[in-house]
């Protein structure tokens, strides 16, 4: 009953492993430059303000599958070479959602009270210091939630990939229904598997949500 | 010695500091009170750069914060501060409240700030609190925490911000007491309160602001038995 998923098992299992990967570079490299992101966008020096914020609503009305193509055809021109659709997918998710994720940061920065980044500049430690020991940790932990949330949104997004070829989980399948012709079944897989990721990691973000109201961080 | 020389500052066209003039001698506790709005805890930001002002001149120790040579953060490791709503850093238990300072900014290895932040947390009566989080202490204890964690850089001078203004009134007197124990020893303290009998224990001179001007000054003695101004009359008799 399930035998074109089962036939073709290690060839799809290899597509997700491509869409775990993917994932996992573009929420890390997406993290990173959304907590640097956010601290730009509450920054009072209007030569990083301005730039900041207008790369952010730039890309954040655009949509992911025009910048991922617009970057897959552009970057050869800017590099020399052509780039291959995996890193060239990992870049332009990067770049994207480290406006989503720096608005999350944002919003997480400006939740701390202005006295607590005093306290920690009475100590004599610098704005970088305050930030990575105090204002990133905290608005991190305080935003682990709408994090995980965004984070289900960027490994659901990677699928957008395959419009440059990239060999993920969505692609690989349609490959296999090219020649099995059995769509309801594989992709019917497909949507258990993408269910179960999500739906597990929806859980996981409740409890750190209950975690950080009973620890008083929220 | 903190020099305030003729300080105005502004918050746009509103005018928090007027002509503003006070000496701080090492080793001195000066206390200011005065009605709430009146520039007392803007003051204190300003004397240790958290806030520019516009006019005059505060000179730490020979530094003067209007130079725009002086490095603030270095100028603040002398400067400690404590404030009303103790501002302890959520995420970090008692102990590592205290020794961050110390590890990031003098960069003393680990070990030396721990011990360090462990004798302080001994000093100030709590040692067995070294790893609880701020969420799990009482007021009194999350503000005798702040205060082992200004004193765990070593400051020349200590400003407490109404210390006490947030904490309920049978945790008071374990922060008062801790901060007349630090006079007693010989710190440089400017402190924004309303603890007259603090006041009276170890304030070597009193401040009354309105209004964002030093309205009075003087010694306890005086500013409660002869208060100069009907603003200061007024604003005893609804303390006392």
Redesign the interface.
Known sequence: MFDAVTNNIGFLMGGFLVTLELTCFALAGGIILGAIVGLGRISKRKWIYYPVTGYVNFLRNMPLILVIFWFYFVMPIIAGRPLNPFLSAVISFIIFEATYFGEIFRAGYQSISKDLSAAAYSTGMTYGQTARYILVPIAFRRMLPSLITQSIVTFQDTSLAFVIGLQEFVRRTSIVDNMEVRSIQLFGFVAVVFFIFCFISSKISRHFEEKGRKTGLL | MIEIKNVSKWFGDFQVLTDVNETIERGQTVVICGPSGSGKSTLL?CV?G?EPYQEGEIVVDGVSLSDPRTNL??L??N???V?Q?F?????MTALQNIS??PM??RKWPKEKAEQKARELLKRVGIPDKADA???NLSGGQQQRV?IA??L??EPRYMMFDEPTSALDPEMIKEVLDVMANLAKEGMTMLCVTHEMGFAREVADEIIFMDFGKIVERGTYEDFFNNPKSERAKEFLDQIL
């Open positions: 930001r240790n958290l953060y270095k603040r490791e400067i400690g501060m404030f709503r501002e302890l850093y959520p995420h961050l300072a990031k900014v989080y701020p969420a702040a964690r200004s765990a850089m």
